[in-house]
């Protein structure tokens, strides 16, 4: 049926490809468009390693103003260029400074098309076939966890967001809370957690009403990893002082060592001490892949919930993160909150209603596409190719006097400093922060400079795919450039 005749609004404002046409009257106008686009998107990635790691950045003031009128298209590819181009370059090689790397071709893929359809997560019926598909592919990773025939999970945005999800189950748990929340418990409620374990436990404990200081910092041994001993002691001091214990929280795949706790005896204190059980696998999860390193996660099968975030070692696109309960069926008990405006399916849960995001984007079609294309044997030899460099990387280090590690590497992440002798302690953060410059501009080489137990670390971590020995090797060369610079400066000063 034509309804051209009864179409009389005024869109003359609106150009041509402002959207795509159900009946396919712009087809050819959108097809020029997109391949222009995708033009775009292969030739930023193609030419990834002609650019620095991290460029310089980019003024917007002028473009950030509301236009009256249509930018033309081609205006506005021209200016989406120079953003790309002065963004952050995870997909070069010399980018081994965050959790961040080059996304698989399937997941960009992905998430171009799920943008296409707008689908909403928030029910079965607004996204009727990635609400099924979600729970499936996550069952199965579930499975590969070793959290049992009970266990799935949900996608959200982030891996603060299913830390924070996880601890409010266990919360809700423990507490009776679901509808009457903590303000009438006798008792402070207080988790557990590793002193160097990342920051949204913390702020997943002042989102709870618990404050902060509920989340009690458990001290590590040199490797970054709990210590079960302190644990101990830390639960028996808080029950003494009238607070209430109801979590503990381990880590596979510290944010700034790489280290993993000793997850099997956490779970045996945990389930002693009747506690929640939770791991923070967001990076450290993806060994589960690996062959030969997956005991490294030996013990999570034992946790009530773990985090995972494929955005990371799956180099799913952002954002694509997850959390996974052993026994699922609590989301609908100590959770769910239910959206009297959407159809119930008694098989296929509205995941809206059992997750802290309503509307969602189906991060799942990435997520399933990269699986299914990789598969667990290409995961395998990436993460074999990453632990091999990780070994030649660590050796170099080793090899100088004056570089030390922060701990010793569980991971593909490595943390350490320069600790040189012709320079006074006072000096050595000045040093090592010059000397992240110094590999930046001379060497496209972007390392990451964190703060850790008091003092200014270099952080390699070593995930992009594409990046190989020589490149190593140039790093080191570039550090022993540096090095005998600046220990000649010193002499001549002296």
Not at 419 to 446: C, M, R, V, Y
Not at 473 to 479: A, D, G, M, S
Request: aromatic share 8%; with cysteine.
């Amino acid at each position: 049926m034509d309804f051209s005749a009864d179409f009389s609004a005024d869109f003359s404002a609106l150009p041509e490809t402002a959207f795509i046409h159900p009946d396919g009257e712009n087809r050819d106008a959108i097809s020029s468009l997109l391949k222009e686009t995708l033009d775009l998107l292969i030739e930023t990635l193609v030419t990834a390693e002609s650019r620095s790691p991290l460029p310089t950045p980019l003024a917007l003031e002028d473009w950030a103003q509301l236009p009256d009128c249509s930018v033309s298209a081609k205006q506005l590819l021209e200016r989406t260029r120079s953003q790309l181009h002065h963004s952050m370059n995870a997909a070069h090689p010399g980018y081994i400074g965050h959790m961040d790397s080059i996304p698989t071709t399937m997941s960009v893929m992905g998430d171009l098309l799920v943008a296409a359809v707008n689908n909403n997560m928030l029910s079965v019926e607004m996204s009727p076939v990635f609400s099924r598909l979600e729970p499936l592919v996550l069952k199965q990773l579930a499975t590969e966890f070793g959290l049992g025939p009970q266990a799935n999970g949900v996608l959200v945005s982030g891996g603060s967001l299913a830390n924070l999800q996880a601890l409010t189950v266990a919360r809700n748990v423990a507490f009776d809370a679901l509808k009457s929340g903590i303000a009438g418990v006798a008792k402070q409620p207080v988790l557990f957690v590793s002193e160097v374990a990342h920051t949204s436990i913390k702020k997943a404990a002042m989102m709870l009403g618990l404050g902060t200081d509920a989340a009690i910092a458990i001290a590590t041994n040199a490797d970054s990893q709990m210590s079960v001993s302190d644990l101990q002691a830390k639960i028996e001091q808080a029950r003494h002082q009238g607070q209430q214990p109801f979590a503990v929280v381990a880590t596979a795949g510290t944010t700034v060592t790489g280290n993993v706790d000793p997850l099997g005896a956490i779970a045996a204190v945990a389930r002693s001490q009747n506690l929640w059980f939770h791991v923070d696998a967001a990076y450290g999860g993806a060994v589960i892949f690996s062959p030969e390193h997956r005991y490294l996660l030996d013990g999570i099968e034992q946790a009530d919930s773990v985090t995972f975030n494929p955005q990371k070692w799956l180099y799913v696109a952002k954002t694509c993160a997850m959390v996974m309960f052993r026994n699922f069926d609590l989301l609908n008990q100590q959770f769910r909150i239910l959206a009297p405006y959407m159809n119930d399916h008694d098989e296929w849960p509205n995941l809206g209603e059992l997750t802290v995001q309503g509307t969602r984007h189906p991060d799942i079609l990435k997520l399933w596409l990269s699986l299914q294309h990789i598969g667990k044997q290409g995961y395998a030899a990436i993460v074999k190719h990453n632990y091999a460099l990780t070994a030649d990387f660590v050796s170099e280090v080793q090899k100088r006097p004056h570089l030390a590690l922060a701990s010793q590497p569980q991971m593909n992440l490595i943390c350490f400093r320069g600790t040189p002798n012709w320079l006074p302690e006072s000096g050595w953060d000045n040093w090592n922060q010059a000397l992240q410059a110094h590999l930046l501009k001379q060497g496209n080489i972007f390392l990451s400079l964190p703060v850790y137990r008091g003092r200014r670390w270099l952080k390699a971590v070593l995930l992009n795919p594409f990046t190989q020995k020589a490149h190593v090797r140039q790093l080191f060369e570039h550090v022993d450039r540096f090095a005998s610079t600046d220990l000649d400066a010193e002499r001549a000063s002296t």
